[in-house]
């Protein structure tokens, strides 16, 4: 019988402490190093807070923060339209298997394919316009993507496009494992469509739609970089209509070649992760806990 | 007959529904089967003669087909590195008893909610510095270094749930942890693998950050990165672009419509990670 050496484990964990030590643990590190120095080239004199000031000084950090936020708005719309579609499939109409391979194939296209193709549709002298000029809806044949008032709500609808896949799926995965005779029961009692998915259904999935609200944020804040980087045309434009704090770390460190700068741009979007780490363990155990006590 | 007028609201509104996510897909088939001049004519139509044309010119004439070779090479190397490293780990935090143990896997798990835009800035002064920009190794090992959390945490959640007797008995064949991983653990975790492969290939599939800023080199361009530069280069020629398009998202459409079951699990569970 062979006896498991005291350094075994370490052996077996050592290929996994090297690699999030090198993607992970060196930049997290380096950033804040880096965030109060002048870096040119590698590496530069300490300056202190000089970066943040800048940073925080400068207009274009704060319109980009202000759009990321802008996109929290698209959560609700993402929430509302998932749940009133997954109750829909739950009910099990005919042909519900089909309707939810569908529904789920915006979330299986890559970001920056579908961000091509809705560009080219939502282009001025685009299919989206002359649908609704034939609609006689003129006044909303907007330039969706050359201009500064509206491209930001462009990408807009392109998230809630793709994400509400999302949800519809997670939300239709935490209805199939609810009780099953509660809803009947309710059924023969004669509670009509809206009763049992107002009182029934919809206070059993306060877990998953945090949970999915939680994850959302997230993705609004810190990625949808590739989203404004197709539909801004690499530039986060029109103007800097479609600048998002990513963009503008992108931007910082690619275009002016200024680290330092990029650098406490990434410790401050970091900090924002790392707030809300905790709400997102706390969702996902929570929506653990409701699949598990079903 | 009532049942069916009962429901006929709810198959108009998951019929809208379906309408809005095949939109896109349909318009980009359809208009990369038009000409050029019929799409500046007729923009919403069926094409009245599809060509192929267009997807010829996209084959041919463009670095498309290198391109996926080049995502190719990404995808199999960072799934293979992070798969291995990711086994071993999860197999010592799931079935031996260390120091540090419970903080590792907290430390690995916390890092799947930390954006990657944070950690690019100082790997990309380091890599230019010791020459790794526009190389494959380089932008492997980062992938791998980004989905390895989340495998962890998956196969740690995984190796859990092997019954203990099976362990037991294995050791009493004089079977060592190794022999025990790669003989019994790992073909009981068939399921978790297949998902981790389907979320871990996406991601590297479908990245576009790290491939435009650590694979700048013509070359070395990755599709979803060639794609973006692409679609700048062919502003007005849309079926052209759409064609290309097309291209791109076949492979993803056809394992979807062959493996849904799998894609929506892994999707599901990489989404939400």
Redesign the interface.
Known sequence: MTRTSRLTPYLYVAPLVLLIAFVFGYPLVRIFEFSFKMVRGIDGPWIGFRNYQLVLGQDLFWESVLHNVQLLLAIPVMVIVSLLVAILLYERVAGWKLYRIIVFVPFVLAIPIIAVVMKRMFQFSGPVNEVLRWLSLDFMALDWIGSSDVALWTVMILIIWRESALGIILFLARMMSLDESVIEAAKLEGANWWQRARYIILPQMRGVIEFFVVVSTITMLSAVFAYVYVIGGGRGGPGTATVVVEFYIFNALIRTSLPGIASAASVMLFLVSVALIFPLFRARRRAAQDEATR | MNKLLA?LP??A??LF??F??????I??IS?ALKTEQEYAID??GFPSMPVLENFRAVLLDSPFLWWMLNSLILVAGAVV?ST???C??A???AR???KG?NM?LA??T??M???P??????????Y??IGLISTYQGAI??Y???I??FS?YLLTTFFRTVPNELFESA??D?A??FIILVKIVLPLSAPALVTLLVVNSLYV?????IA??FLQDDAKRTL?AG??VF??RYNNQ?PL??AG?VI??AP??IL??SF?KY??RG??AG??K
């Open positions: 429901a709810k198959h509104v998951l529904a379906s809005l996510a095949l939109v896109p897909t318009f980009m208009t923009k919403l590195i291995i490293v990711s071993l780990a197999y010592a935090i031996m008893e260390f143990r590792l430390i690995s916390s890092l909610a930390v954006p835009i944070v950690m690019i800035v100082p790997l990309f002064v380091l230019s510095r090992l980062i791998a270094g980004l390895t959390p962890v050791r009493m004089g060592n942890d599939w479908n990245d576009l950050l435009i800023i979803m794609i973006s679609q700048g849309v672009t759409m398009m791109a998202s993803m459409l979807y419509i849904q894609f929506i999707l599901m989404a939400v």
